[in-house]
Nanobody, 110 residues
């Protein structure tokens, strides 16, 4: 079956960086649209970044210039590089490609 497993979350200070990973099985990421979403406490899940099967990318305005979505086709993995993190980036981050991953917590705090 299709399964996505995120990793790389944690606690980071404002201005810091994290790289999230999404390991896929049962699905070829390069043939699908893959997205990273996040959900903060008390808020709806929102799209952060998306990469198409042709490699085109798009970002939420709130993360443009700070986050980068990418994919390693040989490893069948997706990534979200997050730089210049802000407290408002605190959320559970989910990978999506036809199914949802379980999420990984990102906390930005001093």
């Amino acid at each position: 079956q299709v399964q996505l497993v995120e990793s790389g979350g944690g606690l980071v200070q404002p201005g810091g960086s994290l790289r999230l990973s999404c390991k896929a099985s049962g699905i070829t990421l390069s043939l699908n649209i893959m997205g990273w979403y996040r959900q903060a406490p008390g808020k709806e899940r929102e799209l952060v970044a998306v990469i198409t099967n042709s490699g085109d990318t798009n970002y939420a305005d709130s993360v443009k210039g700070r986050f980068t979505i990418s994919r390693d086709n040989a490893k069948n993995m997706g990534y979200l590089q997050m730089n210049s993190l802000k407290p408002e980036d605190t959320a559970v981050y989910y990978c999506y490609a036809r199914v949802w991953g379980q999420g990984t917590q990102v906390t930005v705090s001093s």
